[in-house]
Each structure stands twice: as structure tokens, then as C-alpha cells.
């Protein structure tokens, strides 16, 4: 039963080759990704597109141009919920946007926004507490389809029930129906919570900062990538959050083990939101 | 690829097998079976222990404090990207997988359900058993679930030690049963006789001088 003592196994050298091939054919680096959580989708998209090994799946990749941006959706889209971790979304409201209010313009930054239920999420809260009207939320991913969902902001209405019951648990103080429209099963948000969003190619891996911001918002993002890479991604949002700015992360998600902790101070510990210190 | 940080001996089953690192899989009925299992384990034990057991999603865990007290290990929620320590329990995070990468690292993640489950028994023990191969020991417990056969199956594979719950004595069979065809001949047991053999990984006094820190 015991067999393969190698060093590497032959799934982790295909895994590596495939990558490779990616970041060559198409500059999308993966290769700083969380080992075992990207093995585990690359695995899923292996049986998905009916290929024994990597190895043909690479074939694939390089060969089939209709192949990649599949892939591209399997490694990389995450489906998530309206005010997903309503404490969260409370905190910001308590914690933050009473600071926040004394800018006069407010520049926010959603770090690999996936579909934008998390950008939409964060405009709603910044209506409902009047200060929408200036600000600019740049949500950021590095899927050109899941870039596309989130500008179209269109969800199922099946989903809504969920959505509603979050964003009472993240102190709504409207109906979550006065910022969407709904017709045919399907529910579009308001171009007025549009209009203050700007979807945008980013990658953390790649790209450097754009612009000076008050608060990243990046849930659920950095746990797929490697130390190196998370400490990149914190480095970039060190760079571009302000004096005393503040940084939200995922619930699991921490800066313990980054070398940038010592420039966050804890504001909420327990729904991780941090502000960078003064100097 | 030793995970010891202490002074601890090398975890072994009787026959010599070294093991580096312990899986362990539950579900209904699962807080019980662990607290049979769990608190019999020897601080001496230089191997990690990971464990997930199928919890509501929405609900912050309350079993590192259920745990901590009636163990003599350490007990602690896994968090993302932390070195993995030896002689500590794991227990993975509600609703994220918890999976072992190189290093070895805890890693956790928030992608599909499997199973109807996040955190996933199949997730972890497939992960682990690529880091640690055939001196990983992997146990599925109770439980109304099809995780953990998939699971027990990479480990298998890898040459690694496997025991199942007996069936029978589970309080939900369903799981252990799945699992039960993918494990290792003379493995499929009761709990307390499982117990015994984790137990025997570490010698039966801590040995003096453990540290606590690094």
C-alpha cells in the first residue's frame, strides 16, 4: 500500500507545470496561491472538463482558447452572500463610518470583490448613514467575468430572504428592497448605488497601488494565498490606506503571522478591523 | 518533515509506524465520541491533532472551551496560515475548511460546501495526507454524513493508518459505515479500544521539561 517516496509527487510537479503555462500563456500568477485550497480546485476543475491529469488539462489550457476562462472561474469566482458577517458590517457602522464622516470625500477600496455582493453591501451602509452621496467605492478582482456580474449587479431573487434577514443583522435602518428593483425573478441594485462604484482589474499578486484610500475591505481573500503573497497584499493596502485608515479582513483572517503587524493597531479584534498607525 | 517542537518522543503505533500527524472526523454524535477520545490523549504526544466535526455554520464554536479543561494537550480553533505544532488539538473554524499545507501550515477556506459540510472531513484528511503521506492516522467517528470516506481513502492511499468507529457502537452509523470499506483490516473498532490506541502514541509519562512557548 505505502508507495511513491519521492520528493515531490507527480500531482504537485503537474500542478506546478500547469502555473507555469498559466502565468507564461496568460499572466495571471497563481503560482503564490495557498497550496492545498488551489490543488484542491484545480483537482475540481481536472474531473470538470473530463481530463485524467493535469497534465491534460494544461493541454487543454494552452490549446482550447475556450478553456481558460473557464478555469479562470473555477479557480478564482467565490459566491458570497449580501452583508456576509453582519457583525462586521455593524462594526464598520459603529466603529468606523463615525470617523469616516469627518472627510469631506471618502475613497473606499473592496480588494478582490469577486461578483460585488460585499461593494454593493458597503454602498448601501454608507447610504443609510448619508454619506454616499461622497463617496467612491473601487472594487478590485482579477476575473473579467466575475467583474462583469458585479457591474451588472443582478442577483436571484430566491436569495433575498437571506440577504434582508443579514443586512437587519448588520443594523439596516432601511428595507434592503428601496435599493433594488425587482422584476421576473431577478433583482437589479439601483444605478444610484452604481454610480458611486468603480469595477476594476487588480491583481494582488501583480499590480501596484492606485489611489489614496479611508478603508479596504478584503474578506476571504488572502486565506487563498501563500505567506509571501499575503504579505504583498498587505503591503499594497498599508501603502494606499491613509493616516490612521482602516483595514477589514475575514472573520479567520489575521495579521499575526504578516510581517506588516506592527503597523495595524486592533480596533475590533473580534470582527478584525484594524487601523494603521499614525506614522 | 517532523512536526515535533518539543522534547516529545516520536509519536508511534506499537508495530513502529512513526505518525506525525492525527485526523480525526465527526459528526452527529460527535461532541460525545470526542470527549471519550480526546481527553485520554498523553501529553507527551508529539504529533498534532486535527479535527473537524460538522457544527451550524452560523454559530461561533464553542468547543475549544468545552475541550480545553478536560485536556491535557493544547486546544485551539485552527487559524489560517499558522505553523502546525505538535502536541496541540485543532479543532477547524464553523463554516471554513480547514486543510493542511506545506510547511506544514494550517490553511483555511471558504470555497464550496462537501458534503452539505463546510468544514469538511474529506477537505482536511485529503490535505493532510498529501503533507504527511504514510505517517499520517486518520479516525472517522459517528455520524449521519458521506464526509470521510473520500478522505480515509487518500490516506489509505498514502500508506497512512486508518481506523474507523465500529458501526454499531456509533451513535449515528451512517458515516462510520461509509468510511468503514476504506480502512485498514482490524481497524473498524469501538470507541474506547480506539481510544486506547491513540492514547499509546505517547509514552504513559510527559517527559520533564515540555516547553510551552515557540
Given amino acids: ?279 | 518533515m517532523g512536526t515535533a517542537t518539543d522534547t516529545a518522543a516520536q509519536a508511534a503505533m506499537p508495530d513502529g509506524r512513526p505518525v506525525d500527524a492525527v485526523v480525526i472526523g465527526a459528526s452527529a454524535g460527535g461532541v460525545e465520541a470526542l470527549l471519550e477520545l480526546l481527553p485520554v490523549l498523553r501529553p507527551g504526544l508529539s504529533a498534532p491533532v486535527l479535527v473537524v466535526l460538522h457544527l451550524p455554520r452560523n454559530r461561533p464554536s464553542l468547543l475549544t472551551g468545552l475541550f480545553a479543561p478536560r485536556c491535557a494537550l493544547r486546544v485551539r480553533e485552527a487559524a489560517d496560515n499558522e505553523p502546525v505544532r505538535g502536541g496541540t488539538i485543532y479543532f477547524a473554524p464553523p463554516d471554513y475548511h480547514l486543510l493542511v499545507d506545506r510547511g506544514p501550515r494550517l490553511a483555511l477556506s471558504d470555497d464550496d460546501l462537501v458534503h452539505f459540510s463546510r468544514p469538511s472531513i474529506d477537505v482536511l484528511f485529503e490535505s493532510a495526507a498529501d503533507v504527511y503521506r504514510q505517517r499520517l492516522l486518520g479516525v472517522v467517528l459517528t455520524g449521519a454524513s458521506a464526509d470521510g470516506a473520500a478522505g480515509l481513502r487518500a490516506v489509505r492511499r498514502r500508506g497512512g493508518i486508518t481506523f474507523v468507529q465500529r458501526p454499531d457502537t456509533a451513535y449515528s452509523p451512517v458515516m462510520p459505515a461509509s468510511a468503514a470499506s476504506h480502512c485498514e483490516p482490524g481497524h473498524v473498532l469501538p470507541l474506547a479500544t480506539i481510544a486506547q490506541q491513540l492514547s499509546a502514541l505517547a509514552p504513559p509519562t510527559p517527559p520533564p521539561g515540555r516547553r510551552e512557548g515557540s
Wanted: aromatic residues 10%.
Fill in chain 1, 1 to 279: 500500500m505505502p508507495h511513491s517516496t519521492a520528493a515531490v509527487d507527480r500531482d504537485d510537479i503537474e500542478l506546478q507545470l500547469l502555473l507555469q503555462a498559466i502565468y507564461l500563456q496568460f499572466h495571471y500568477d497563481f503560482r503564490s496561491y495557498a497550496g492545498a485550497s488551489l490543488k484542491r480546485r484545480v483537482m475540481t476543475a481536472k474531473e470538470r472538463f473530463g481530463c485524467a491529469t493535469v497534465s491534460q488539462l494544461q493541454d487543454k489550457v494552452l490549446h482550447d482558447p475556450t478553456v481558460f476562462p473557464a478555469l479562470l472561474d473555477l479557480l478564482t469566482i467565490q459566491v458570497s452572500d449580501m452583508f456576509r458577517d453582519p457583525p462586521y458590517f455593524l462594526a464598520l457602522r459603529g466603529l468606523v463610518l463615525p470617523v469616516l464622516r469627518t472627510y469631506p470625500s471618502l475613497k473606499l477600496w473592496v480588494a478582490g470583490c469577486s461578483s460585488g455582493e460585499e461593494a454593493y453591501s458597503l454602498a448601501i451602509l454608507l447610504r443609510e448613514e448619508g454619506l454616499l452621496d461622497r463617496a467612491m467605492i473601487y472594487a478590485t478582482d482579477i476575473n473579467p467575468n466575475a467583474l462583469r456580474l458585479a457591474q451588472e449587479g443582478v442577483f436571484d431573487i430566491a436569495k433575498l430572504d437571506g440577504f434582508a434577514a443579514n443586512h437587519r443583522g448588520a443594523g439596516g435602518t432601511t428595507p434592503l428592497s428601496d435599493h433594488f428593483t425587482a422584476a421576473y425573478g431577478r433583482a437589479v441594485f439601483d444605478q444610484s448605488l452604481k454610480d458611486h462604484i468603480i469595477f476594476a482589474d487588480h491583481s494582488l499578486a501583480t499590480d501596484s497601488v492606485f489611489a489614496e484610500v479611508q478603508l479596504v475591505s478584503c474578506r476571504n481573500v488572502l486565506i487563498y494565498f501563500d505567506r509571501a503573497l499575503q504579505d504583498r497584499a498587505l503591503g499594497l493596502f498599508r501603502e494606499a490606506l491613509c493616516r490612521k485608515g482602516f483595514l477589514g479582513l475575514g472573520s479567520k483572517e489575521s495579521l499575526r503571522f504578516s510581517s506588516h503587524s506592527d503597523a495595524f493597531a486592533d480596533l475590533d479584534a473580534q470582527r478584525r478591523i484594524f487601523q494603521k498607525a499614525a506614522d
